[in-house]
């Protein structure tokens, strides 16, 4: 009640108020109901395979709890990200973790000031801060608590994770995925998010995220950067994801396709298959062609329209007779590996040649194959030294699509 008190009043004495309601000060003690009103009954929300969520109220006491216990925890940060998702699927429950958290860090005293407990707390403010946007009454509370942290307690750690959240506070977007544990772990060092952008040729550039930074702002710095022209083509950043381009639309924040990658390669790892699964990765790119022909042809940006032309080759989007690609395919070995010298070989034939051609071809000759009368062709012994199948064991050879 004191705190819907204070939300709803204009000006209220703010110090009057936390000497009469011990309730807002830090508390070491469990609480049995949440600070805000709740929504009655449980939400059909399933947290995982083998567990549901509980009700408004049990999630709220739980989330709290876990709070007091977080400095001894051995790692905090998967805490952190429970009680992210946990808010992400309840959205009811973010402006009750909003004032869990001013709570906690609210009524410090001088012997408390930067603990380890109250520090916990101000780590979990901040990946808040990071991830939700609160309501106008919530967002005007906690922007007054960090305003007096900032003045009482002045360059300690406090105040600086107090200003970090002012800052993300303003700058924060809606969400569609809760962060990552490298944003987690950026967010409580104070810091953005670092990453690795590549493009053809091996060149990578790394970058510096914030939870406001999208896929357009990046393409525009590279672009300056490499100083390639926005108006002879189109670029733009893309998930490059078991062997297949997406593109990434400028408005979407890059945090979220980070979170959504450590998505993916969790759901991979737990996938039964061969090998290592690939990391997702962010690749710059040519989008689409405007005007080709006024690029020069040894700018940076003609290397990129090079490499756009083969991939589109190998992709089979550019009708080619054999015999070109053949040829293309020579030239373009004799690019990656120069000379030919006695032992050498290239690791990825499908660099140079489409490899659904390669088991179309293949699949032409296998029944020759099958009945003697002819040997193992370069076709059959392409796809199995990729480990795509073998004829021995297989009467139909598996069809190769574009992810493969």
Not at 138 to 166: D, G, N, S, W
Not at 204 to 233: F, M, P, R, Y
Not at 262 to 278: C, D, F, L, S, Y
Request: hydrophobic share 40%; proline share 4%.
């Amino acid at each position: 009640r004191a705190i819907l008190e204070i939300i709803k009043s204009r000006n209220p004495d703010w110090d009057l108020v936390y000497e009469k309601q011990k309730i807002l000060w830090r508390s070491h003690m469990p609480i049995k109901s949440p600070l805000l009103a709740l929504p009655y009954g449980k939400p059909n929300l399933q947290k995982d395979k083998n567990e549901n969520y509980g009700s408004r109220h049990h999630e709220a006491v739980k989330i709290f709890n876990g709070l007091l216990s977080q400095e001894t925890l051995a790692d905090p940060i998967k805490l952190i990200q429970n009680i992210l998702e946990t808010c992400y699927d309840m959205m009811d429950l973010q402006s009750e973790v909003f004032c869990q958290l001013i709570k906690q860090t609210a009524g410090v005293s001088e012997n408390e000031v930067d603990i380890p407990g109250v520090l916990s707390c101000w780590q979990t403010l901040a990946c808040m801060c990071c991830t939700f946007v609160p309501e106008r009454a919530i967002k005007r509370y906690l922007t007054m608590h960090l305003q007096k942290v900032i003045e009482r307690h002045p360059e300690t750690e406090m105040a600086k994770f107090a200003a970090y959240c002012e800052v993300s506070l303003h700058r924060t977007k809606k969400r569609d995925f809760v962060p990552s544990r490298d944003e987690i772990i950026a967010c409580l060092g104070r810091r953005d998010l670092k990453t690795i952008v590549y493009c053809y040729g091996g060149g990578t550039c790394n970058i510096e995220l914030n939870t406001a930074t999208t896929a357009g702002d990046v393409v525009q710095k590279l672009s300056l950067g490499l100083q390639i022209s926005t108006t002879n083509n189109r670029f733009a950043l893309f998930e490059l994801h078991e062997g297949i381009f997406r593109m990434i639309d400028d408005k979407i924040i890059l945090s979220d396709v980070l979170a959504k990658f450590e998505k993916q390669m969790v759901e991979a790892v737990k996938r039964p298959q061969n090998g290592v699964p690939k990391k997702p990765m962010l690749f710059f790119k040519l989008f689409c062609y405007i005007h080709p022909e006024n690029v020069l042809i040894d700018s940076i940006e003609a290397s990129f329209m090079f490499e756009q032309a083969l991939d589109d080759i190998i992709m089979g989007r550019i009708p080619i007779s054999h015999e070109v690609l053949l040829k293309l395919g020579a030239l373009r070995m004799q690019f990656l590996e120069g000379d030919y010298e006695t032992g050498s070989f290239i690791q990825d034939v499908g660099e140079i040649y489409p490899m659904k051609l390669i088991s179309e071809r293949a699949i032409c000759q296998q029944d020759l194959l099958v009945s003697g009368d002819l040997h193992e062709t370069y076709y059959q012994k392409t796809l199995r030294a990729k480990n795509i199948g073998t004829l021995s064991k297989k009467l139909k050879m598996p069809e190769i699509t574009d992810k493969e």
